[in-house]
């Protein structure tokens, strides 16, 4: 997280009314950034504590993702990882191509851009936060169209047509 967005995140929800139950997924126990966010939840105003939970690479990851009501992410796999397993997404990028990303899911209706590269866009990821949480239709909505925008059947597609290709049934 070289922009420290997890960290700006956890800031950003702390300065807020929101009580939910937020989950934490980072990739590296072994560094200055795991210690410092860890810091910040156990220093939570008393309205956040234990709200806010840190995991490192939980070997349940997918079943604690497919508990959430959305997914606060950047815009790399866990994004359509999300979008395919029906979870609204707030995406803030951490690099240009994940931009991209997020902008085409965000034309499909099943993301929203919470920033640009590495800058959170605090007043919309809250706002977005709270919209979703209190409306049940809209993130059904979205958890109805993400499957059928990311279907999980691309890899068999992609190996059909290279298979008609190499046969001469292009």
């Known amino acids: 997280d070289p922009n420290r967005l997890t960290e700006n995140f956890i ?3 702390q300065k807020t ?3 939910n139950q937020f989950q934490i997924v980072v990739g590296d126990r072994e560094n200055d950034d795991f210690q410092k966010l860890e810091f910040l ?3 939570s105003p008393k309205t956040f504590k234990g709200s806010i939970t840190l995991y490192e690479r939980p070997d349940n990851f997918y079943a604690m993702l497919e508990s959430c009501s959305i997914a606060v992410v950047a815009g790399g796999l866990i994004a359509f990882e999300s ?3 029906g979870l609204p997404v707030l995406g803030v990028p951490q690099y240009e191509h994940q931009l991209n990303t997020l902008e085409n899911l965000e034309k499909m209706g099943v993301a929203y851009l919470c920033g640009t590269p590495g800058v959170l866009d605090e007043s919309k990821l809250v706002t977005l936060i709270s919209t979703l949480l209190k409306d049940q239709p809209l993130r059904q909505s979205i958890s109805e169209k993400g499957p059928l925008v990311i279907d999980g059947g691309g890899m068999d597609r992609v190996i059909s047509k290279i298979s008609q290709y190499l046969q001469g049934n292009n």
């Open 11 to 13: 800031r950003t929800i």
């Open 41 to 43: 939840i156990e220093n």
């Open 83 to 85: 979008v395919a397993r």
């Open 17 to 19: 009314d929101l009580n």
